[in-house]
């Protein structure tokens, strides 16, 4: 009897070892959804050797009760990692873009950068200003910085043209990381923040863009009014039967806080409180968890936004459909027209550096050959004074 005692200790041993060890893989790879499946699986395991051992198997209908109870445990620890599967194969718009398709200069792959049919007339060899700015204005700033700059690697991760998406953006602008971000306008509490380094932010528009809103594909809406967009994401409107839809509950989704996507909200909306932000709780390294505004994911009753030409060119997810707003559609046309009711200037912006070429690089964007590749990119230009 002392062998099998001893066998059963061993084993434990052994067996706490090697969970140890996939656990704190699991904890390291952020995958704690599977954590209780895999502790299931182990102290079953561990319970139907030690009752082989002491031979508790020895009648049909011990196996079939054992069996029972394991199926119901892993089942009920199954729920967990499934939920997240089905949760992560919902499509979203927030899909990683792959930026360094618009890299500037780049050798050896077919570039999706925009250019001028002559040479710019502005040529920058030294004293660079360092960019940073939103993702979706990657593709128009790298193609000034092509137009301009001298011809060599500018990684977008760390070099003298970075994209770091807007929040991180106004921090390195704010901080003296970088001489010029490209942005949509600062939000109120960038304003704030700005206010009390005691810098003075400069906006020089470079072009225009349409704030959009975004259904499911299949879902029967084309068009909202502003009105009603508003009492959405006021929490007025719950359901889409009472905008002429199907009676399912509407999941209106938001970004991040400072995100040049929240921020347009935040101006439609005004003087209008905007409803709590769905939650999710996403985990960290080591076991951690915090909660952080949810993503946007395709369900058939979700609803989202972001800006025009993000959502068709960089991301062209066919899963999802552009909303007309006030019966009007959002197109370059509508936009050019003021017809697109929240249509909207993005800017170059800077907080007093003194880089010497800064100036004539903006002015530069300004002028017509900037104003062309704001074209050829896909954005609509400025309107002349």
Request: glycine share 8%.
């Given at each position: 009897?002392?062998a099998?005692?001893?066998?059963a200790?061993?084993l434990?041993?052994a067996?706490?070892?090697?969970?140890?060890?996939?656990?704190?893989?699991l904890?390291?790879?952020?995958?704690?959804?599977?954590?209780?499946?895999?502790l299931s699986?182990?102290?079953?395991?561990y319970?139907?050797?030690?009752?082989?051992?002491?031979?508790?198997?020895?009648?049909?209908?011990?196996?079939r009760?054992?069996?029972?109870?394991?199926?119901?445990?892993?089942?009920?620890?199954?729920?967990?990692?499934?939920?997240?599967?089905y949760?992560?194969?919902?499509?979203?718009?927030?899909a990683?873009?792959?930026?360094?398709?618009?890299?500037?200069?780049?050798?050896g792959?077919?570039?999706?950068?925009a250019?001028?049919?002559?040479?710019?007339?502005?040529?920058?060899?030294?004293?660079?200003p360092?960019?940073d700015?939103?993702?979706?204005?990657y593709?128009?700033y790298?193609?000034?910085?092509?137009?301009?700059?001298p011809s060599?690697?500018?990684?977008?991760?760390?070099?003298?043209?970075?994209v770091n998406?807007?929040?991180i953006a106004?921090?390195?602008?704010?901080?003296?990381?970088?001489?010029?971000?490209?942005?949509?306008?600062?939000?109120?509490?960038q304003?704030k923040e700005?206010?009390?380094?005691?810098?003075?932010?400069?906006?020089?528009?470079?072009?225009?863009?349409?704030?959009?809103?975004?259904?499911?594909?299949k879902?029967?809406?084309?068009?909202?009014?502003l009105?009603?967009?508003?009492?959405?994401?006021a929490?007025?409107?719950?359901n889409?039967?009472?905008v002429g839809?199907?009676?399912?509950?509407?999941r209106?989704f938001?970004?991040?806080?400072?995100?040049?996507?929240?921020?347009?909200?935040e101006?439609?909306?005004?003087n209008i409180?905007?409803?709590?932000a769905?939650?999710?709780?996403?985990?960290?390294?080591?076991?951690?968890?915090?909660?952080?505004?949810?993503?946007?994911?395709?369900?058939?009753n979700?609803?989202?936004y972001?800006?025009?030409?993000?959502?068709?060119?960089?991301?062209?997810?066919d899963?999802?459909?552009?909303l007309a707003?006030?019966?009007?559609?959002?197109?370059?046309?509508?936009?050019?027209?003021?017809?697109?009711?929240?249509?909207?200037?993005f800017?170059?912006?800077?907080?007093?550096?003194?880089?010497?070429n800064?100036?004539?690089f903006i002015?530069?964007?300004?002028?017509?050959?900037?104003?062309?590749?704001?074209?050829?990119?896909?954005?609509?230009?400025?309107?002349?004074?």
């Amino acid at each position: 009897m002392v062998a099998p005692i001893a066998f059963a200790v061993l084993l434990l041993i052994a067996l706490l070892f090697f969970t140890g060890i996939g656990l704190l893989y699991l904890l390291l790879m952020g995958w704690i959804h599977y954590i209780p499946l895999a502790l299931s699986a182990m102290i079953i395991l561990y319970v139907w050797i030690v009752m082989m051992i002491f031979h508790f198997f020895n009648t049909q209908q011990r196996k079939r009760l054992f069996g029972i109870i394991a199926g119901v445990v892993l089942l009920g620890a199954a729920v967990w990692p499934i939920m997240h599967i089905y949760k992560e194969s919902i499509s979203t718009v927030d899909a990683e873009v792959e930026v360094r398709d618009y890299e500037p200069f780049t050798i050896g792959q077919e570039s999706k950068l925009a250019v001028l049919d002559e040479v710019a007339t502005l040529e920058l060899k030294d004293d660079l200003p360092r960019i940073d700015g939103a993702t979706a204005l990657y593709p128009l700033y790298a193609a000034f910085v092509q137009a301009v700059y001298p011809s060599k690697e500018y990684n977008p991760y760390d070099s003298e043209v970075m994209v770091n998406t807007t929040p991180i953006a106004y921090e390195n602008l704010f901080s003296g990381e970088v001489d010029i971000i490209f942005a949509a306008g600062p939000s109120d509490a960038q304003m704030k923040e700005a206010e009390q380094l005691g810098l003075e932010l400069k906006l020089t528009p470079i072009g225009r863009e349409a704030f959009v809103f975004f259904v499911n594909q299949k879902n029967p809406i084309d068009n909202l009014e502003l009105k009603q967009i508003q009492d959405i994401y006021a929490g007025k409107i719950t359901n889409w039967k009472e905008v002429g839809g199907k009676n399912e509950s509407i999941r209106a989704f938001q970004r991040p806080a400072d995100s040049g996507s929240q921020t347009g909200l935040e101006r439609l909306m005004g003087n209008i409180p905007i409803m709590d932000a769905p939650k999710e709780n996403v985990p960290e390294g080591m076991g951690g968890i915090i909660s952080e505004v949810s993503k946007y994911r395709n369900y058939k009753n979700a609803m989202g936004y972001t800006f025009r030409y993000y959502s068709t060119e960089m991301v062209g997810n066919d899963e999802i459909k552009l909303l007309a707003i006030d019966g009007v559609k959002p197109t370059k046309e509508t936009i050019r027209t003021d017809d697109y009711p929240i249509a909207s200037e993005f800017y170059v912006i800077t907080a007093g550096t003194e880089n010497p070429n800064t100036e004539k690089f903006i002015e530069w964007m300004v002028s017509p050959q900037g104003q062309e590749l704001v074209e050829k990119v896909g954005y609509v230009t400025v309107k002349k004074p």
